[in-house]
């Protein structure tokens, strides 16, 4: 599908540098192409950089909660050999349980979703019975800081999964782009080789534009492979119940 979208924008690329009526000087085509070509590369460069970064820092924050929802598990199974602990660590197990199991039925975009799951799991992790020892004290201070560092990662997945362009971003982006074909369009001349290169640069800008606008938002897809790490943690903690 990816691949029949650019080859429609190429060819429509084309179609507006050779259909269009030439209009600027052959002396003057290069003047008033090269410096559009030059500031809209660096605009849509940028733009095409901050909506990748996002995407890799909101699968990193991913990975972050996931690791960290292991360690909790696994802290609190530790705490859980203490017999006076025990009925507390089967309830955390169940908890984490339903957190991880509840996406099954939702995916990344209802990430919301699974904050009342998640608040069960902190404030049980926040009401552990008394700490008899000092392994147990130990145990406990590092569970408390996992169970931050999730609280933190999960914040980070809800702002950077909604961060992506409003819709008066995408009214000016479209008016950018605009301005930058009507501008290489201006600046083609009756020329071949200056029809060719026109050509080209507006089949690079809307190769550009459609990466962006591809990677600014995710897809249903995507936030369902994401959440299939969630559901895969169940099989790594060995949280199926019977």
Not at 6 to 24: D, F, H, K, Q, S
Not at 80 to 98: E, Q
Not at 100 to 125: Q, T, W
């Amino acid at each position: 599908m990816k691949l029949l979208r650019t080859i429609v924008a190429v060819l429509v690329a084309y179609l507006v540098a050779y259909v269009c009526p030439p209009t600027a000087p052959v002396q003057l085509a290069g003047v008033i192409v090269l410096p559009v070509v030059v500031i809209f590369a660096v605009l849509f460069g940028v733009l095409v950089f901050v909506a990748v970064d996002r995407r890799e820092r909101l699968k990193e924050a991913v990975a972050i909660e996931l690791n960290k929802m292991r360690r909790i598990y696994h802290l609190g199974k530790n705490l859980g050999t203490a017999p006076h602990l025990r009925g507390w660590f089967t309830d955390l197990h169940g908890f984490v349980y339903d957190y991880l199991g509840g996406f099954e039925k939702y995916d990344l975009s209802e990430y919301d979703k699974g904050n009342a799951l998640f608040r069960r799991i902190a404030y049980h992790v926040y009401t552990v019975p008394d700490l008899r020892e000092v392994k147990e004290q130990v145990l406990y201070t590092e569970l408390l800081a996992a169970t931050a560092l999730v609280s933190d990662a999960r914040q980070r997945i809800v702002t950077l999964h909604k961060n992506g362009f409003t819709k008066s971003h995408w009214f000016e982006f479209l008016v950018m782009f605009l301005v930058f074909v009507a501008t290489v369009v201006a600046g083609t001349a009756d020329q071949a080789l200056s029809r060719f290169a026109s050509a080209n640069i507006l089949a690079t800008g809307a190769i550009l534009a459609m990466f962006f606008v591809e990677h600014d938002a995710f897809t249903k897809d995507e936030d369902r492979e994401l959440a299939k790490e969630y559901v895969k943690d169940i099989a790594r903690l060995e949280l199926r119940r019977g």
